[in-house]
Each structure stands twice: as structure tokens, then as C-alpha cells.
T-cell receptor, first 117, second 112 residues
């Protein structure tokens, strides 16, 4: 159980386009979803936390107008990278949890590799 | 500022050797998790430690949480090529949030 699916798994696009990444919880309702960014051979950096039906909370240094997060249902959150540039190329990973309490585990998706040409 | 420092950053060993990865912080965490991640995939949870001084064993992997809940270690006995991957510790603050802070990561390569 507790499967999280990300789509697409890999995307290549031209500089200046906007890219949407989906994160779905397949067999549970995800009250809270997290979005992370990871550069090659580095750790996961938390970008934002989203709770269903409310605005996302962004970490310091993350541009909310650049990385639009929508969590409109209990099974789907989307991350849109607007006007993407080569420096936005990275591995984006989402996680989902059934609640935001401290003992609730995060279930991770398999990530989306974004390459901006 | 990275709150959780892992060492070593990179480690290349031969199959059959033992190794220890450290995860250190000046902050106190309510719990600490260890993950293993392979290229192009999401991290996979290995263990969660909650109590200061706790030791957990998972086959050839031994995890320890420091008495003060500020640090942790992962020891692998008789490493195998299948142990290759990026090892990440992650601290949880507790309370009303399950937000995680990930460590800097340790990239392990086990050579045949």
C-alpha cells in the first residue's frame, strides 16, 4: 500500500516553456504533500509543503511565482515550473502523507527528471 | 545552512568490507529516518529511530540514534554490490508537522 505516482518521469523542453508535474497518491488520501528538488549526487531540498485545499507553504529562497503548487484534491498535487530555464533542470520528487502529524510517514514518488534546453 | 551533516560524503569500498556512515546535527530531533536512493528513483525508507540511544538492526545494517537525539549512525557489515546507492538521513521535528530535513547524503559504491 501507500503508493505515490509521479508523471511524467522524464521531460525535456525548451527554455521559456512551462512544465507541469503531477503527484498522485494511488491508494490513500494525502492530506499533505511535499515537493523536493535534488541536484545530481546531492541530497533532497524541501521546496514547499502543500495541504489539500489551502495555499502551499514555501521554504526560504524558493520563488512561489516560479514554482506554482496546486493541491486541489486529496489524491493529486501539481508542481508547475513557469518559464523554465536551464538552471531549473533538476530531479523533482514529491511525497505524500495521510496527515501532517509528526508520526505520519511520507511516501515518496519516483521523481521527475526535468531537462531544460 | 544544512542542519544535518553526513560523513563521509563519498565512499568506495570492496565487497565484504564494513563501513559506517554518520549523520550529525546541533539540533534535537523527535525521530530520525534513514533512506537509500538509487539513481532515477525516489528514496526508500530503511528505518525510523525514535528513542535516544536506540539501536535497530535490519539484516546487515545497524542503525543507532544518539543519546541526545542529535546524531545517528548507519553501520553496514560485509557490504554487497547491491548496497550501492545514496544514503540519506532525515530528521523530523515532531509536534504538529511531519516535515523532514534531509542530511547532505553519502554516496556509497561497493565494488565487486
Amino acid at each position: 500500500g501507500a503508493v505515490v505516482s509521479q508523471h511524467p518521469s522524464w521531460v525535456i523542453c525548451k527554455s521559456g516553456t512551462s512544465v507541469k508535474i503531477e503527484c498522485r497518491s494511488l491508494d490513500f488520501q494525502a492530506t499533505t504533500m511535499f515537493w523536493y528538488r535534488q541536484f545530481p549526487k546531492q541530497s533532497l531540498m524541501l521546496m514547499a509543503t502543500s495541504n489539500e485545499g489551502s495555499k502551499a507553504t514555501y521554504e526560504q529562497g524558493v520563488e512561489k511565482d516560479k514554482f506554482l503548487i496546486n493541491h486541489a484534491s486529496l489524491t493529486l498535487s501539481t508542481l508547475t515550473v513557469t518559464s523554465a530555464h536551464p538552471e531549473d533542470s533538476s530531479f523533482y520528487i514529491c511525497s505524500a502523507s495521510a496527515a501532517s502529524y509528526s508520526n505520519q510517514p511520507q511516501h515518496f514518488g519516483d521523481g521527475t527528471r526535468l531537462s531544460i534546453l | 545552512t544544512q542542519l544535518l551533516e553526513q560523513s563521509p560524503q563519498f565512499l568506495s569500498i570492496q565487497e565484504g568490507e564494513n563501513l559506517t556512515v554518520y549523520c550529525n546535527s546541533s539540533s534535537v530531533f523527535s525521530s530520525l529516518q534513514w533512506y537509500r536512493q538509487e539513481p532515477g528513483e525516489g528514496p526508500v525508507l530503511l528505518v525510523t529511530v525514535v528513542t535516544g540511544g536506540e539501536v535497530k538492526k535490519l539484516k546487515r545494517l545497524t542503525f543507532q540514534f544518539g543519546d541526545a537525539r542529535k546524531d545517528s549512525s548507519l553501520h553496514i557489515t560485509a557490504a554487497q554490490t547491491g548496497d550501492t546507492g545514496l544514503y540519506l538521513c532525515a530528521g523530523a521535528w515532531g509536534g504538529a508537522t511531519n516535515k523532514l530535513i534531509f542530511g547532505t547524503g553519502t554516496l556509497l559504491a561497493v565494488q565487486p
